[in-house]
């Protein structure tokens, strides 16, 4: 889109950025083209469905797909309409500078710094002991969602304050309601913003481990309710790989799955970010 | 500066649920801190009146089943391997961010930006492990032991630069056309419209990147426990093994009793009061950058 | 220009999406308070694999049960059973002496050996020579007839049961350890030994037979000239193992009782040899 000169400088900068492109490659090809050298043929539809047996050395990984599912179902369920809402009010209702605004975005900030072995106790704590949900995937949903909370509303809150103030104040000239002006000018421009947050959160969420062994648990059963205990593929993978003899194998399978899993959702969240920055192009 | 939009809308009846919805979300997320702060304290309370806090920088080591609880070298230790990663993936990704939006062929930007999604995506314990079994290895042949405060920041490298380059790239790219229409039209050449005109005008976003990855990097547990060697020592070189305050909980809260247990928990207050000065810098940063900047 | 339909972002969809997850969940209320038969097994993280694979067995043979394992570590399993939020608690090591109001029922054991990269050519070493590396007296591996480079001393985390028994065995304190890296599960030691040829580790005995066998480049070393294997912890002679042990907090009754006598029967001991435990001898 710019045009580049052949000064030196310029060259320079070029192979710089570049450089540094390929730094950033390097390590991902290495890290993936492992996971596919040991997890390739150990993969088939088979490995996705089955049960796990043997403390996951045999078998599969079906009711641990379930579980993950269920879990970030519930996690994205809770915290994108209190992520979305939050940084709405954020941007629109609070200017920069006024104090509730900073403190709900410092308290947020502190939030993300947070560890997740803490969530991990603190959802044990509240969620399965407080709130008597014991041992569950709704437990574990729910704490994942208080850990994505922070980075989703930065994220989303950013891209809202991004939007150039000419439409907001054309909205506000056209007579539109603060509710009108954000439902129709603003959630649509700030689309690949949010999904950006989502995938940030989604990822974050679906490559959670610490947080939780001690909410949503350890039991590879098929989960028949949302109260019943599930457990994650991270998880799965932790244990295979540090806690199971012999269980290698199976837990770079496993990490080949989930990483297949996260670029399809990548695929999909892109796809539909296409599709609205399209669609909502104004016209020249 | 932004808009304090306020009173430039209409003040409906909808408009007034609308608010308040979003009021109460944004309390139920801020309140959510309350909640998790106020249960670390309650658990690291037997610590806080029968250890006390001065112990935990004045006794000599950590040994939780001797009774002694010194915390700052496992304090050094996570500043050194979260303020090592942040210098080397601030640049990166920054640079990365950049390489995607102006210098890549469309095609080529396109596949980097998913790969740079999926890396933001995988499980920090499959950082861990390639980092245990390749990384680690390759450093102790080069300089034993290899488990090390450079293994540390290395995998932690890894794992926040994607935070960094998403969040760098999604503000960089909401930068307005006109401004590097009109840059370009000055005669200006790419990297003097890159560095005078879009970083500048982005910059915020891109604070807020490093400042997420800032916190991944505090807070990150298993991948660095994996590598990083967790010894309780004051490293002296980039060879020597550390240990972070979430590796310390990570290690030894599965098998912590009493005050063990509570010390553990300081470990995690330790951690968030860091966080906290951090944001405060932040908030400074942000608040003169804000005013100062080109907006 | 496009119309403002396509703008549109309609509320009705997410709302309609959270009534459906609020029923869901009073739906999935209303189901867990159907089961019965349940029990609750949380605690040590080396004995839930071997639990979670006797519990499926023993809900196959017993319908109607359900045995929930979960994980953490050993004294988690403890708390949580006086707490009351465990029906058994699982300890990798015998219960200490101020928790002598609680029971413990023995179900295999576990032995402790000490691990060397294959590289290494040492063939043994004593007891005094393990405790002067280990406190840093050692710090080359000329100086016990090995190659000139100096040794990666590997210990576990503190509060570990393994070092618990280790440091009991050797007659060590924390202090007196000069580790270069510290580690929290078995196969974490594993591997870092297995990654540096220079490197003394211990790990649970079964753990360490399996990855030798699958060509991983690690040894077990020998303690007192007794060989390090499953068969010289079951047979006794090896001197350093952990019993794993179920906790309730009184004497087991019921589906508890049955449960925990099903653990120890010859029923389960292909599963335990499956996990690389050594089964108890009746």
């Known amino acids: 889109m710019l045009a580049s000169s052949k000064t030196i400088g310029e060259k320079s900068t070029t192979l710089l950025v570049w450089t540094a492109a390929t730094f950033i490659a390097i390590p991902f090809c290495w890290l993936v083209g492992d996971l596919l050298w040991h997890g390739w043929h150990h993969l088939s539809l088979n490995f996705v469905l089955a049960v796990p047996q043997n403390a996951g050395r045999e078998g599969g990984i079906g009711p641990i797909l379930v579980s993950t599912g269920l879990i970030v179902g519930v996690c994205m369920a809770v915290a994108l309409p209190i992520g979305v809402g939050a940084a709405l009010f954020l941007s629109e209702y609070t200017p920069h500078d006024q104090v509730s605004g900073r403190l709900v975005r410092g308290s947020l900030d502190v939030l993300a710094g947070v560890p997740s072995i803490i969530f991990g106790l603190f959802g044990n704590a509240f969620f399965c002991q407080t709130l008597e949900l014991g041992f569950s995937i709704l437990s574990g949903g729910l704490t994942l969602a208080c850990m994505v909370l922070p980075i989703l509303i930065r994220t989303v809150e950013e891209s809202f304050r991004a939007i150039a103030r000419d439409q907001r104040l054309s909205a506000a000239a056209l007579g539109l309601s603060k509710k009108c002006s954000i439902q129709y000018i603003l959630l649509p421009a700030a689309i690949p913003g949010i999904l950006v947050g989502s995938i940030l959160g989604l990822g974050r969420a679906m490559a959670e481990t610490a947080a939780l062994i001690f909410t949503s648990g350890y039991v590879d059963r098929m989960p028949t309710s949302l109260l019943d205990s599930g457990r994650a593929l991270s998880i799965h993978i932790y244990d295979l790989a540090m806690n199971v003899a012999g269980g290698n194998p199976n837990a770079y399978a496993t990490a080949l799955v989930l990483v297949g899993l996260l670029m399809m959702i990548n695929l999909i969240a892109s796809r539909i970010a296409e599709q609205w920055t399209t669609k909502n192009q104004l016209p020249t | 500066m932004t808009l304090s939009s306020n009173n430039i809308s209409s003040h409906s009846k909808t408009d007034l649920y609308f608010s308040w919805s979003l009021r109460g979300c944004s309390i139920l997320a801020g309140s959510l801190l309350l909640l998790v702060i106020s249960f670390i304290l309650h658990e690291a309370w037997p610590a806080l009146t029968q250890i006390g806090l001065t112990r935990f920088f004045t006794d000599n080591g950590w040994f939780p089943t001797e009774a002694s609880y010194e915390l700052t070298p496992i304090f050094w230790g996570t500043i050194l391997s979260a303020g090592g990663s942040i210098i080397l993936a601030t640049p ?147 060879f020597d093994p550390i240990r972070t305050l979430t590796a310390n909980i990570a290690l030894e809260m599965a098998f912590a009793l009493d005050h063990h247990r509570a010390a553990l928990f300081m470990s995690g207050l330790f951690l968030m009061s860091l966080v906290l000065c951090f944001v405060i810098v932040a908030e400074a940063l942000r608040r003169k950058t804000t005013y100062a900047g080109v907006k | 220009m496009p119309t403002p339909k396509n703008y549109r972002i309609n509320f009705t969809p997410s709302l309609l999406m959270s009534l459906v997850f609020i029923i869901t969940i009073f739906f999935s209320l209303s189901l867990a308070q159907a089961q019965e038969g349940k029990l609750v097994i949380t605690g040590s993280s080396t004995m839930a694999p071997l639990l979670l694979e006797i519990g499926k067995r023993f809900e196959a043979v017993h319908p109607d049960t359900r045995i929930d394992v979960q994980t953490g570590g050993s004294s988690r399993g403890i708390v949580d059973t006086v707490k009351g939020l465990a029906d058994i608690g699982m300890a990798s090591r015998a219960l200490k002496t101020q928790e002598d109001h609680l029971f413990g029922s023995m179900v295999a054991r576990d032995g402790i050996g000490i691990i060397l990269h294959t590289a290494n050519p040492i063939p043994e070493l004593s007891n005094s020579q393990i405790q002067a590396i280990y406190t840093g007296k050692i710090t080359n591996w000329q100086q016990v007839g090995g190659p000139d480079a100096s040794i990666t001393v590997v210990n576990k985390a503190q509060g570990r049961s393994t070092l618990d028994i280790f440091l009991e065995y050797f007659q060590l304190t924390n202090r007196d350890i000069r580790a270069h890296v510290v580690i929290g599960d078995n196969e974490q030691g594993i591997k870092t030994v297995a990654g540096n040829p220079y490197a003394i580790g211990y790990v649970s005995i079964g753990t360490a037979q399996y990855n030798v066998s699958h060509g991983l480049p690690i040894r077990l070393l020998p303690l007192q000239q007794i060989p390090a294997s499953i068969d010289t912890v079951r047979t006794g002679l090896f001197p350093l193992s952990r019993p794993l042990t179920l906790v309730t907090n009184s004497q087991p009754t019921g589906l508890t009782k049955t449960f925990i006598e099903f653990a120890q029967s010859p029923q389960v001991h292909d599963l335990i040899l499956q996990q690389y435990f050594v089964p108890l001898q009746n």
């Open chain 2, 92 to 238: 990166l990704g920054m640079l990365s961010a950049i390489f995607c939006h102006f210098y890549a062929p469309p095609l080529l930007a396109r596949w980097y930006r998913r790969m740079i999604e999926l890396l933001a995506g995988i499980p920090s314990v499959v950082y861990g492990f390639w980092g245990l079994v390749v990384l680690v290895p390759l450093i102790s042949s080069w300089h034993p032991p290899g488990p090390s405060l450079l293994a540390g920041v290395l995998t932690l490298t890894l794992m926040i630069t994607p935070t960094i380059m998403l969040i760098t790239h999604s503000s960089i790219s909401q930068v307005p056309t006109t401004y590097i229409h009109s840059a370009v039209a000055l005669g200006l050449n790419r990297w003097a419209v890159i560095w005078r005109i879009v970083l500048p005008a982005s910059r915020i976003g891109i604070l807020t990147g490093i400042f997420l990855g800032l916190a991944r990097a505090l807070g990150e547990t298993l991948a660095i426990l994996m590598v990083s060697g967790n010894v309780v020592q004051y490293p002296s070189h980039v």
